[in-house]
């Protein structure tokens, strides 16, 4: 597609539930990454993937989230048991991976759990 | 101390003005500087890349790094009512895990 496209692109649910946010990212880019933005503040660094595997997952704050990217193209996050500090702007963003493009974000999945 | 610091604004000028907007930096092996531009509800689109030191001009738009300071900034020439946005810094050892600032909320107004 023409962008990074994320849906969707607001998404309330309550505590405790299970959510999975979705990316598609730009055709032919084989690097996407994900990254929070809680409200006045910079996007952090969840997970980045090359490909199908995740090659740095370091900034998933804990086991209750997860990523799958099965096809190297399309990614889900997934996140299990949500409480209400995981309120914010999910961002995903894809490369060409070589290092000298920067990346291209999406318009995010704003997260609210009640 | 955090990894790069901004300052939060808000910045408010008038339309034409020369506006600088500048981070710091704490971890000397950081090689890659990039600077995007958000509008409110949008993702962060990228504006510069520098790649180690040294100054990169873009249209209205010039980027400098000095890494002996560990102090990178953005310029922005004539700037425009369009150009009101939060400005975020960013820098990585590598592109594949970049660390942001909190932005500058940036108003230029008519």
């Known amino acids: 597609g023409a962008g990074v496209s994320q849906t969707p692109s607001n998404k309330v649910t309550e505590k405790g539930k299970y959510v999975e946010l979705r990316c598609d990212p730009i055709?032919?880019?084989?690097?996407l990454y994900w990254y929070r933005q809680s409200l006045g503040q910079g996007p952090e660094f969840l997970i980045y993937?090359?490909?199908?595997?995740?090659?740095?997952d370091s900034g998933l704050p804990n086991d209750r989230f997860f990523a799958v990217r099965p096809e190297g193209s399309v990614s889900t996050l997934k996140i299990q048991r949500t409480e209400r500090g995981d309120s914010a702007v999910y961002l995903c963003?894809?490369?060409?991976?070589?290092?000298?493009?920067?990346?291209?974000f999406g318009s995010g999945t704003r997260l609210t759990v009640v | 101390q955090k990894e790069v610091e901004q300052d939060p604004g808000p910045l408010s000028v008038p339309e034409g003005a020369i506006v600088s907007l500048n981070c710091t930096y704490s971890?000397?092996?950081?090689?890659?500087f990039m600077w995007y531009r958000q509008y409110s509800r949008k993702g962060p689109e990228l504006l510069m890349y520098?790649?180690?030191?040294g100054n990169k001009e873009d249209g209205r738009f010039t980027a400098q790094v000095d890494k002996s300071s560990k102090y990178i900034s953005l310029f922005i020439r004539d700037s425009q009512p369009s150009d009101s946005a939060t400005y975020l810094c960013?820098?990585?050892?590598?592109?594949?895990?970049?660390?942001f600032g909190t932005g500058t909320r940036l108003q230029v107004f008519p």
């Open positions: 963003a894809s490369s060409t991976g070589t290092g000298g493009d920067g990346y291209t």
């Open positions: 055709s032919g880019h084989t690097a």
């Open positions: 993937f090359q490909g199908t595997g995740a090659a740095d």
């Open positions: 971890n000397s092996a950081f090689q890659y």
């Open positions: 520098t790649y180690s030191s």
């Open positions: 960013a820098v990585g050892v590598n592109t594949d895990k970049l660390i």
